[in-house]
Structure formats: structure tokens, C-alpha cells
């Protein structure tokens, strides 16, 4: 059967990313849901997993990953999120900026670009892409904004400048939070900010915020990616609102592995 075959093919290893990430909980959960009894979920990095998945799309051999949307995979190759009939992934949501509390008193201008940031899918890929080839993510996101002005404007509309005030973002190395993150520090610093990026893990990025011991993050995947962190922090941080569209978690195989939902693992 093709479930014996694919879980054999692949040492019954789905391929996952940063243990603290939301998409691999979700692949936990799945795991149970589905009764995928025989399959583990390797933790990796989210850099690892591309790599391990270019590998085996060159080769043409099957393999199965925490994926997300946005992300250059797939610019890249031919890929298909696995059908998620207990809808354990979720469905289509959006990305949140989220700031500390008191941000808007302390530092108006840099709450107003983080407030009118907003782009879409495609934006985002373009830089995730960029990078992924190669370039310094400063300089891919330096370049977008040159290539980008009428986009990035209205982001800036009545933030006046300042004189080398400091602001802090957290992220994560998740590809899409290295292209926002580098993309929004760019433009804060071209208003007079000096940024500084701040790495951290899933709930220490929201622990952060909530804290206070960051300014910002533009990395909150809600309703359902980031639905636990959001429940515990939601309330200690400011939401200001959605900065991209269709973004969305699965398990994500090439067109060329032969099958379609996630049931198809079962053996
Ligand atoms: N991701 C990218 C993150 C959110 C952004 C899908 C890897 C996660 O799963 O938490």
C-alpha cells in the first residue's frame, strides 16, 4: 500500500523544525489524532528542515515536513500541503504585531510604523527567496524597501522622525520572521531608530513582549498557530491587528510523493 511505502521510504520520520514552534505541536497532535502510531516527529532546526527537504527533492525522494505559508519552499519546489480532514492544523489565518504595553506613550513613531505595517504573502516570499539564495537578510530586506517604496510608505505616514531612539524586536529563526523582522527594523531605522533584533524561541518571543523587555514582535500567527502563547500573554501585550493574510501550517510533501491526506500515513 502506498502508506506502507511511504512510511517505510521515510523511516517513518516526519522532518520538523524548532521544538518550540507552534506547527510542531500541531504535528504532535496530529500524531495522536491520526493514530499515526509507528511515526515519529524529529525535531530540527526550521534551517535544517530546508536543507533536509532540498536534499531530497533533488533526489527525488520522498519526505514529509512541518511546512508553513509563507515560505520560499514554496517558490521553490512542487509541494502539497497533506489534507487535514480533523482539521488539527487549523485553517487559513493571519500574522499579529504585537507591542508592550506603554509603547504608544513611549515611543509614538515606531508604534505607528509597527501599527501600518502590513504586506502580503508574496511580499514576505520574495525576501524569504532572496535569502534562501543567499543574501544577507539586512540586505534582502534593504532591497525590497528600495524596490518597495510605494508599498512601505503609508507604514511610515505620521510617524515623525526621531534621533536614534532605541527600539527591540524579538523573533524567531523561523525563514518568514528573518524576512519581516529585518524588513520592519530597516524602516524603523530609516525614520532614526537604531533597532535592535532580538532571537528568542516561540513563548519567550511572547513572554518578552508581555514583559516588557522587548518593544514588539511581528510574528504572532493567530487564531490557531500561536493559539496557546496567545491565551497566555494576549492579555499582558497590545494587538495591533493583522500585518499579513493568508498564512497557514501543515504537513507538506512534493507533488511527487503519492499521497494526499494526512490518513494516507496510517498503516
Ligand atoms: N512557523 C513559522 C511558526 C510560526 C511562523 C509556522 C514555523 C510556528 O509554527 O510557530
Known amino acids: 500500500a502506498a502508506s506502507g511505502s511511504i512510511g ?10 524548532e521544538p518550540g514552534a507552534g506547527v510542531m505541536k500541531a504535528a504532535q497532535n496530529a500524531i495522536d489524532e ?19 527537504l532540498t536534499k531530497a527533492y533533488e533526489n527525488k525522494e520522498p519526505i ?9 519552499k514554496f517558490a521553490k519546489f512542487d509541494l502539497k500541503y497533506l489534507e487535514d480532514p480533523k482539521g488539527v492544523f487549523g485553517e487559513e489565518e493571519t500574522i499579529h504585531t504585537l507591542v508592550r504595553k506603554g509603547l504608544q506613550d513611549d515611543q509614538p513613531s515606531a508604534y505607528t510604523v509597527l501599527d501600518q505595517f502590513e504586506w502580503t504573502s508574496d511580499d514576505m516570499a520574495e525576501v524569504m527567496v532572496a535569502v534562501e539564495e543567499g543574501a544577507n537578510p539586512e540586505e534582502a530586506a534593504a532591497k525590497w524597501i ?3 517604496s510605494d508599498k512601505v510608505e503609508p507604514w511610515k505616514e505620521g510617524a515623525g522622525k526621531v534621533d536614534g531612539e ?15 523582522t529585518n524588513v520592519v527594523a530597516k524602516v524603523l531605522e530609516s525614520i532614526g531608530y537604531e533597532v535592535e533584533t532580538v532571537q528568542l524561541d516561540a513563548a519567550p518571543m511572547f513572554a518578552a513582549v508581555a514583559q516588557g523587555d522587548v518593544d514588539g514582535m ?12 496567545y491565551e497566555e500573554y494576549g492579555d499582558q501585550v497590545e494587538d495591533l491587528g493583522e500585518n499579513l493574510k493568508g498564512a497557514k501550517i501543515g504537513l507538506v510533501v512534493p507533488t511527487y510523493v503519492d499521497i494526499d491526506s494526512i490518513e494516507d500515513l496510517k498503516s
Open 166 to 180: 532605541k527600539i527591540s524586536l524579538a523573533y524567531v529563526a523561523w525563514d518568514s520572521e528573518i524576512a519581516s
Open 34 to 52: 491520526y493514530g499515526l502510531d509507528n511515526w515519529t516527529l524529529v525535531e530540527s532546526s526550521s534551517a535544517a528542515m530546508g536543507a533536509e
Open 8 to 17: 517505510e521510504a521515510t523511516d517513518y520520520k516526519i522532518v520538523g523544525i
Open 64 to 72: 514529509i515536513v512541518t511546512g508553513w505559508t509563507p515560505h520560499w
Open 218 to 229: 511581528v510574528a504572532a500567527w493567530l487564531p490557531f498557530t500561536h493559539a496557546d502563547n
Open 146 to 148: 528600495e524596490e518597495n
